[in-house]
């Protein structure tokens, strides 16, 4: 499997966070109309997916070009470990920084990474914007607003100030200009909840290949999740530190409208989840395909999978704290 980086550019306001499991599953009903654009119908793509996933699509994260002064740079989520493992300060200031400290969601992604404990982190202000937008309940048999006022009622919508990069892993066998074309239509005809409001729209400007492995320190120990993960049963890791993030999918396309569009909803540890490995080795991905989502699909999958970045926590530290 090779990795590729994409960077898109967001037109629209969203609905839903670009994590890489929604973004699968957009992928996935574009294969389903084409099947020429992988040379692969959907179905035979997944009859091997719990052992061989044909690609792993991780979340968006913010991406500043070059201006000239400084080279352009990714902006990766703050990993899941508590404070006293991510700042090297004392415990009296780490209290009393607390929630200045919780405010700092990023950290720039810039290999080799020194250990995590190392890193500076960074604010996210000038990265999202949350906002909404007030409409009002209609009355479909009337076609007038409800009455008793026009029943307003708010509905969350964020911004992506910046430029944004996708990290996908695809198949030696598929082709990834497929893959790129799949992504393009899901930009023009909007991603997430209420792409046919016009939300969710973004253009694919670039891509090529990314290897996390080319540029390490070698005392890399474990995982960094690019995306919502079910961790493998038989990932051999020493610890996992995560936050729980629960997908209460939903049917795309015209199973919106099945007699049961919603699935079973699925626990996942969120992107940033640290997996410690007991033996660390060159793994592009970790998880495994989730199945059974579905009443109304038997063969629905939910992408359990995750890229992942190799970096270095400071175990022995961890330990000695339980």
């Given at each position: 499997m090779k990795t590729y980086q994409i960077v898109i550019k967001p037109l629209t306001g969203f609905g839903t966070l670009l994590k890489g499991d929604t973004l699968f599953g957009h992928i996935c009903w574009q294969i389903y109309y084409d099947k020429y654009l992988l040379g692969k119908d959907l179905e035979t793509l997944l009859n091997d997916?719990?052992?061989?996933?044909?690609?792993?699509?991780?979340?968006?994260?913010?991406?500043?070009?070059?201006?000239?002064?400084?080279?352009?740079?990714?902006?990766?989520?703050?990993p899941s470990l508590p404070l006293h493992f991510l700042f090297s300060l004392p415990e009296e200031e780490l209290v009393q920084k607390r929630k200045e400290l919780k405010a700092k969601e990023y950290f720039v992604y810039k290999p080799p990474l020194p250990p995590l404990s190392q890193i500076e982190y960074l604010s996210s202000d000038d990265i999202i914007v949350k906002d909404e937008q007030v409409r009002c309940t209609i009355n479909r048999f009337l076609g007038t607003t409800s009455r008793g006022g026009f029943a307003p009622f708010a509905v969350p919508k964020l911004w992506y100030l910046t430029k944004l990069v996708l990290f996908i892993g695809i198949r030696d066998d598929i082709?990834?200009?497929?893959?790129?074309?799949?992504?393009?239509?899901?930009?023009?005809?909007?991603?997430?909840?209420?792409?046919?409001?016009?939300?969710?729209?973004?253009?694919?400007?670039?891509?090529?290949?990314?290897?996390?492995?080319a540029n390490t320190r070698k005392t890399e120990n474990a995982y960094y999740a690019l995306s919502p993960v079910v961790p493998d049963k038989n990932g051999n890791y020493a610890e996992i530190?995560?936050?729980?993030?629960?997908?209460?999918?939903?049917?795309?396309?015209?199973?919106?409208?099945?007699?049961?569009?919603?699935?079973?909803?699925?626990?996942?540890?969120?992107?940033?989840?640290?997996?410690?490995?007991?033996?660390?080795?060159?793994?592009?991905?970790v998880g495994r395909a989730i199945l059974g989502v579905s009443?109304?699909?038997?063969?629905?999958?939910?992408?359990?999978?995750?890229?992942?970045?190799?970096?270095?926590?400071?175990?022995?530290?961890?330990?000695?704290?339980?």
């Open positions: 997916y719990t052992t061989n996933p044909f690609c792993v699509v991780s979340s968006a994260y913010p991406y500043v070009e070059s201006d000239g002064s400084k080279e352009s740079q990714i902006y990766l989520k703050k082709p990834v200009e497929g893959i790129i074309e799949a992504l393009k239509r899901v930009g023009k005809f909007g991603y997430g909840r209420d792409a046919t409001a016009g939300w969710g729209k973004f253009e694919v400007l670039s891509y090529e290949e990314i290897d996390f492995y530190f995560y936050e729980p993030f629960i997908r209460f999918g939903r049917h795309g396309d015209v199973l919106s409208a099945s007699p049961n569009p919603f699935k079973a909803p699925v626990l996942m540890a969120d992107e940033g989840a640290i997996l410690i490995s007991k033996k660390f080795e060159k793994r592009i991905y009443s109304v699909k038997e063969k629905a999958v939910h992408q359990g999978y995750s890229l992942v970045i190799p970096v270095e926590v400071s175990y022995d530290k961890i330990q000695n704290n339980h």
